[in-house]
Nanobody, 118 residues
């Protein structure tokens, strides 16, 4: 089992940057695919980015491609989301999630709020 705790959210002006972190417990962290999702008020949760268990493959939603970067440090049991050129429409609660490689996301963090002001 994996427990996930996000941090790094906050209030930032449009055009600014934030880096989200997600610390995981569990010895098998390196065997999990990891993802970031977000949910804005009144909207469904949506995919943002994902990284494979070894870090060799990354995937992004079209809306964040070129602005966000997902990375992981298996030695620190942490996954990151570097967010640059933030826009007001990026405002949401951001969640990290873990999946056994090739399976669905079964483990979720509690979320961290990101607010981008115009």
């Amino acid at each position: 089992q994996v427990q996930l705790v996000e941090s790094g959210g906050g209030l930032v002006q449009a055009g600014g940057s934030l880096r989200l972190s997600c610390a995981a417990s569990g010895r098998t962290f390196s065997s999990y695919d990891l993802g970031w999702f977000r949910q804005a008020p009144g909207k469904e949760r949506e995919f943002v980015a994902a990284i494979s268990w070894g870090g060799g493959n990354t995937y992004y939603a079209d809306s964040v491609k070129g602005r966000f970067t997902i990375s992981r440090d298996n030695a620190k049991n942490t996954v990151y989301l570097q967010m640059n050129s933030l826009k007001p429409e990026d405002t949401a609660v951001y969640y990290c999630a873990a999946a056994v490689a090739g399976m669905g996301y079964d483990y979720w963090g509690q979320g961290t709020q990101v607010t981008v002001s115009s």
